[in-house]
């Protein structure tokens, strides 16, 4: 996947950007919801990656599926509608960009509500160290967000009532790595690349294999897809089990 | 490394999936356009907080929990922001990039890091870090505190006195009393004369009147091996790893003299590392001796069965990161199947072919009817087990052997004892010499003999020359058939049908099957059989040690503190003690040689097979036995959160008269630390160094380092003239500076100083570069100059009395320098991935015997019952220290605890980022369990115990804190079975305020949420400490039984 990503980067070309997700891989361990944090600072009221759990009994048959979920990239985004113009950006290469100095208040909470996997929140500005002694100033790290420097600094910030969401890690890219939550992944689940590439990995394990997307079938168009690999050794339960 | 293929979940024979392949990336692929393009701006985009520069990392070891895997730590303005894993390394990377691939390509890369990794930033960052010491300002366990200069905490505790007004004024005995013993020459004769006392060659009289002149020297002249009153310096540590521990240990015994150092094995899995020291012990004039803490476990890369036995290893076990991508991708190729046994459905029982819910406790039962099975049918490796020595292994090209054919001497009870030497029947040889029978035929031999093969038949039982004899494997189907398989499936509370699959599975991969195992199958009263039983014989059984896709011992780590042709001694000292004596535990240590024996149960249990016995410490210093202590030093420890039934050490740690000087290391104000006298503090896991070896399961050699990436927020201090941050090193070296003790200061090492930390630890990091061959021939590299540069732009941020780069370089000189500069910038030294296997065998074996039949407990007696243990895979019913059954009071519910991967024991309820996730914990419940209670999801119950009737933690001083949390329902677990997460529940590390020089600092109610049930687990009837294994010296966290009473 990195050599790919060195390809597209090198290529100059613009890309496709594509996320999968193997279920049957993921552990649900929630290192990508840390990692992304981490990359990406945001505060206690939101995350904007996140791993569900579904068990299921049947007798004396026990089951539990993981699935990670963040922003989706929707190529037709339900968000970008119940806003005006220009807050909200469908780029070339498949981000949804916020910008995150008008998308704010009202609009962001539009955001929020109108997407369908609940990927976006509305960040109160506040960090998870101001209520205790002492601040800690690992929060008030800057940080890149869509090509601008933000803080988390309570007395500085501009993020409070901004609209927060997955990136794909877009400075990362830009810097020719992979999004945090794929390469922290230990599950090896997580797939990224561009989709454009026909000799890249993402294009291959997508060609012949049963994707499911339950929005895609809502018509949303999203760059990110899950897919369940085979297991054939492990008592498994299929994503249709719920989703049918 | 290899071409990459196009091929996506095709299992390849070596077990390196090609998707694998295709996610791993070649060095030479970051010599492309975009990576040139990239670095050009790296400079820019780091400034704004994007990092490419491999001037941004500090590769350094997490400490987040024992895993400890290789992480890359990103610095912005000076701060951790951000950790990754190292991808040089095989815990963070699979397979792991090439050890000599230049730092600036790995900069872009990163590995794969569990949850608690990436949140270590947050114990290290922690607002309720302590920086100064504190001394304790009302009674023992008020929780009132002065921060004090540290060279007056050193001076009180070296010169004592009357250091707490408040206690009436009790007189403390400082160190430098005793310091007693201190002529090395003095201690080493008796120590000698001790050990001829407990072999019955010398009386306390004779001894007594050849020490006239040094009597004042012990603690109790009449029992002179008791040791000397150095020994009532106990120093007892929770984590403490390669490094930190040869330094701690040097001060201790080397130079103070104490026996008393003690870790914290048997808390986790001393059971697993006592029967593993057993099955590794090797015969030796007669004796069975050298075992190490072997703990084996599956070559996970290539195994094709894996038996998870009470192993939760998609949460804790050694590796979460390590072994996740070898399972999943297994699982996705096909090559892998999983089997669980485990009460609970754990989160790799959520990627298994099969469940198996055994009865908690009841896990030999199981592996008595597998092994039974598998007997009967033959489905075991006849061709290993018969092999009696070196030699015959190895005409079959098998590197290790057993004793399962060796004869074994029965006793007119029926019970098997020592083996037969071959002179006992007239066949000659010396103590080391076995017999097997061939054709009917007895067969002399030597274990390790290389030239002369001897093979034995495996069903053996007759007399010869009137000696009753039977074979090892015929003990162990004798064992396995006290009971149909009917019944061990009753007793172990699972089907037939389970049994059978299980073991016909098993027995259908050849070498490439394993049971691996943790401590659902160690932390019982039984656990040391438990281990024999399924560690033990059932791998043996299919003889799969050292085999690819079998058991593996691990490749272990580089040489950090010397040997053969490496640069530094770091053992040298110039007036080494030898401490003697009985140790506060009676570790491995004889209760009938001793001179305070009086006849069974003893007062409390000896443990000849084992040591470390963590929960054994603080009630033996309770009860004066076998002597009283004077000092008790506990280090990165918390042991009244972490061990079953830890409430019951409260008491004793309150009582200023059973330890009269209570000195903790810590970060903060913990569970046990709050009773301390006084507290320094440490630095955390990123400001310090340590050298965490390796485990098990890794492969690989591989030696990762653990250096400052960070400054620490500790006051800075003088000791030996050095400017450094408080630690557990100052203290030491505090310590030694003002009672004169050799090993440390100037001339230290004899030839070098050891003045502060890096003294030590840059010397072993010299060794590490000079790698394993005495003869140089794997030397690393010196870095470059552009390698220096990095390695000085990273560091930029730490303060001189961290880093000083001209006092390093003079540390190591200038031929070792630049080496240590190319270890620490990658964080350590590893094997490459293709290193670690050779043809259908792991490269780095055992080799050895591994005993099926034990010698040493078959000729030992149990302390409490007086009996000789079994010297073979047994099923032991659960019961406490005196064999008598468990009294639960009408109590049906049994307790398990569990690992969440969003935590780690005592020390990550301060990682905000990780109780994002998980608020609280939860207990886990079956439905038709909560049903008959008429509990529903989400109910608050109280666990009550019938050692626990009020269900709560008593903290002393009228503090409590309820046994309380709420319920979840879920089939993922055994009917009549409860657990919950061990990590919560905490009521100090943040969760209470503090009283800090008058001023109150408030409490964080997010460290306080949930429950922590430890004490609930029972208080042994005899011991009234935690329930034990008396024979593994297992704290036992899994047999107790409770009630839960809503609300």
Redesign the interface.
């Known amino acids: 996947?990195?050599?790919d990503?060195?390809?597209?980067?090198?290529s100059g070309q613009t890309p496709s950007w594509l996320m999968v997700v193997?279920t049957?891989?993921c552990?649900?361990?929630?290192?990508c919801?840390?990692?992304c944090?981490?990359?990406i600072p945001t505060g206690?009221n939101g995350?904007i990656r996140r791993v569900i759990q579904k068990?299921m009994?049947l007798g004396s048959r026990?089951?539990?599926?993981?699935k990670p979920i963040n922003c989706l990239q929707c190529d037709d985004p339900p968000c970008a509608k119940v806003v005006p113009l220009g807050m909200i950006r469908k780029r070339p290469d498949g981000i949804v960009e916020f910008n995150l100095d008008a998308l704010k208040g009202p609009y962001a909470m539009a955001a929020a509500a109108a997407c369908p996997v609940k990927a976006i929140h509305l960040d109160d500005g506040r960090t998870?160290?101001e209520?205790?002694?002492?601040?800690?100033?690992?929060e008030r790290?800057?940080?890149?967000e869509y090509g601008k420097?933000y803080t988390r600094d309570p007395e500085t910030t501009t993020l409070k009532d901004t609209a927060r969401k997955c990136t794909f890690c877009a400075?990362?890219l830009?810097?020719?790595?992979?999004p945090?939550c794929v390469?922290?992944?230990?599950?090896?689940?997580m797939y990224f690349g561009n989709a454009n590439n026909p000799s890249s990995?993402i294009h291959?394990?997508t060609q012949g294999r049963r994707i499911f997307s339950r929005h895609q079938n809502l018509g949303l168009k999203p760059r990110v897809i899950y897919f369940e690999?085979?297991?054939?050794?492990?008592?498994h339960i299929d994503c249709v089990a719920c989703h049918s | 490394m290899q071409e990459q293929t196009h091929v996506v979940a095709n299992a390849e024979p070596d077990g390196l999936e090609s998707s694998a392949r295709r996610e791993f990336l070649t060095g030479g692929a970051l010599l492309g356009g975009a990576w040139l393009a990239a670095a050009l701006q790296a400079t820019e985009r780091s400034a704004a907080g994007s990092p490419v520069l491999a001037s941004d990392f500090i590769y350094t070891t997490c400490l987040q929990c024992n895993t400890g895997c290789e992480i890359k730590v990103r610095i912005q303005d000076g701060l951790a922001v951000k950790i990754e894993g190292n991808p040089y390394a095989p815990r963070t990377m699979d397979p792991h990039i090439d050890w000599r691939t230049p730092v600036t390509q790995a900069a872009r890369l990163a590995g794969y890091l569990c949850p608690k990794g990436q949140a270590g930033i947050q114990t290290a960052y922690d607002p309720y870090r302590i920086t100064r010491v504190l001394k304790r300002a009302g009674k023992r366990g008020e929780n009132k505190w002065v921060t004090i200069p540290f060279d007056q905490a050193i001076t009180e505790i070296v010169e004592g006195g009357v250091l707490f007004p408040q206690d009436g004024g009790k007189t403390v005995t400082g160190l430098r009393e005793l310091y007693a013993l201190r002529d090395p020459g003095l201690c080493r004769d008796m120590a000698a004369d001790v050990a001829l006392l407990q072999s019955n060659k010398l009386t306390v009289a004779q001894f007594k009147e050849k020490y006239k002149d040094h009597l004042d020297k012990l603690i109790d002249p009449e029992h002179p091996d008791f040791g000397p009153k150095n020994n009532q310096f106990v120093f007892l540590w929770g984590r403490l790893k390669a490094g930190r521990q040869d330094f701690f240990l040097r001060f201790v015994r080397d130079s103070f003299g104490s026996v008393n150092a003690h870790g914290h094995t048997t808390v986790c899995q001393g059971s697993i590392y006592f029967a593993g020291k057993s099955m590794s012990d090797q015969p030796s004039g007669g004796k069975w001796t050298g075992g190490a803490k072997a703990y084996w476990m599956a070559d996970t890369t290539n195994a094709e069965f894996i038996i998870y036995w009470g192993a939760n290893v998609l949460d804790g076990n050694y590796g979460p990161p390590l072994k996740t991508p070898k399972i999943t991708r297994g699982l996705a190729s096909g090559r892998l199947k999983i089997a669980v046994v485990d009460p609970r459905h754990s989160r790799i029982a959520a990627k298994a072919w099969k469940w198996v819910p055994v009865k908690p406790g009841e896990d030999a039962a199981l592996a008595m009817a597998m092994i039974r099975w598998i007997i009967e049918n033959e489905r075991y490796d006849r061709r290993y087990l018969e092999n009696c020595n070196r030699a015959a292994a190895a005409s079959d090209g098998e590197p290790t052997w057993t004793n399962a054919a060796w004869l074994v001497e029965i006793r007119p009870d029926g019970s098997g004892g020592a083996f037969l030497r071959a002179g006992e029947i007239g066949l000659g040889g010396d103590a080391d010499t076995f017999v097997c029978l061939r054709g009917g035929v007895p067969v002399a031999f030597k274990s390790d003999d290389a030239a002369n093969p001897a093979e034995g038949d495996l069903f053996v039982d007759t007399t010869i020359n009137s000696i009753r004899v039977k074979s090892a494997m015929q003990l162990l189907y004798e064992e396995a058939s006290r009971y149909t398989l009917w019944e061990w499936a009753e007793i172990a509370g699972v089907r037939v049908a389970d049994i059978v699959e299980l073991a016909g599975e098993f027995t259908s991969h050849g070498k490439r099957a394993v049971v691996e195992i943790h401590r659902g199958v160690s932390q019982h009263t039984n656990g040391f059989y438990n281990v024999l039983a399924t560690l033990g014989a059932l791998n043996l059984l299919v003889g799969n040690f050292d085999w690819k896709g079998g058991l593996v011992y691990g490749g272990g780590a580089y040489g950090e503190s010397g040997g053969a042709g490496r640069p530094f001694q770091l053992s040298s000292h110039p007036a080494r003690l030898t401490p003697f004596g009985i140790d506060i535990i009676r570790g491995g240590a004889s209760y009938e040689q001793s001179t305070i024996f009086a006849g069974y149960p003893a007062k409390r249990p000896w443990y000849p097979l084992a040591s470390d016995v963590y929960q054994e410490v603080i009630p033996s210093a309770g009860d004066a036995y076998p002597y009283p202590i004077k000092a008790l030093f506990l280090y990165m420890g918390s042991p009244v959160y972490a061990l079953p039934a830890g409430h019951s050490l409260i008491p004793i740690l309150t009582d200023t008269d059973k330890i009269p000087l209570f000195v903790c290391s810590d970060i903060v104000v913990g569970e046990t630390s709050r009773y301390a006298d006084y507290i320094f503090p440490d630095l955390s896991f990123l400001e310090r160094w340590e050298f965490h070896r390796t485990h098990p399961s890794i492969v690989h050699r591989v030696s990762p380092v653990r250096q400052p990436a960070i400054a620490s927020p500790n006051e800075v201090v003088r000791v030996f003239g050095e400017e450094m941050p408080i630690s557990m090193e100052a203290v030491f070296l505090a310590i030694a500076e003002r009672l004169g003790l050799p090993g440390f200061g100037p001339g230290g090492f004899g030839a070098g100083d050891l003045r502060r930390p890096e003294d030590y630890y840059l010397r072993m990091v010299a060794n590490i570069a000079f790698g394993d061959s005495s003869t140089g021939s794997d030397v690393c590299p010196d870095a470059s100059d552009e390698e220096v540069a990095i390695f000085l732009e990273a560091r930029r941020h730490l303060p001189p009395s961290v880093f000083n780069a001209e006092r390093w370089a003079a540390v190591v000189g200038p031929q070792w320098w630049r080496k240590v500069i190319y270890v620490l910038n990658r964080g350590g030294r590893w094997w490459p991935y293709e290193h670690a296997w050779t043809g259908e065998q792991v490269r780095a074996k055992y080799g050895k015997l591994v005993n099926l039949y034990h010698e040493k407990p078959a000729t030992t007696r149990n302390s409490m019952t007086g009996e000789y243990m079994k010297g073979i895979a047994t099923y032991v019913p659960v019961s406490d220290a005196l064999g008598r059954p468990l009294e639960h009071k009408g109590a049906v519910l049994s307790l398990i605890t569990n690992r969440n991967i969003l935590a780690t024991k005592s020390r990550t309820i301060s990682n905000y980022w990780l109780t994002h996730i998980a608020p609280e914990n939860v207990i886990y419940m079956n439905p038709r369990d909560a049903a008959q209670l008429g509990l529903r999801d989400g109910d608050w119950v109280t666990v009550l115990s019938a050692s626990n009737p009020e269900g709560a933690w008593d903290l002393g001083h009228g503090a409590r804190k309820p046994l309380r949390g709420r319920v979840r329902l879920t089939g993922r677990i055994r009917l009549g079975v409860i657990s919950f997460d061990l990590g919560w529940g905490h009521w100090s590390y943040g969760a209470e305020d503090l009283v800090v020089d008058g001023t109150v600092i408030p409490a964080d109610p997010r460290r306080a949420t949930g429950i922590h049930a430890n004490a609930a687990m029972y208080v042994d009837p005899y011991l009234r400490s935690p329930l034990s294994d008396v024979v593994g010296g297992s704290a036992v966290f899994y047999d107790s039984r409770v009630y839960l009473v809503r609300g």
């Not at chain 1, 990503?5 to 090198?10: I, M, P, V």
């Not at chain 1, 552990?27 to 290192?31: E, L, N, S």
């Not at chain 1, 690999?229 to 008592?235: F, I, T």
Request: glycine content about 6%; aromatic content about 6%; hydrophobic content about 40%.
């Open positions: 996947m990195q050599q990503l060195d390809q597209t980067l090198a193997d049957r891989k552990i649900g361990c929630d290192a919801t840390v990692a944090r981490a990359e206690p995350s068990e009994s026990q089951w539990a599926i993981f998870f160290t209520t205790t002694p002492a601040q800690q100033d690992y790290r800057r940080f890149i420097s400075h990362r830009e810097a020719g790595m992979l945090a390469t922290t992944c230990i599950g090896g689940a990995l291959e394990i690999e085979s297991m054939p050794e492990a008592v």
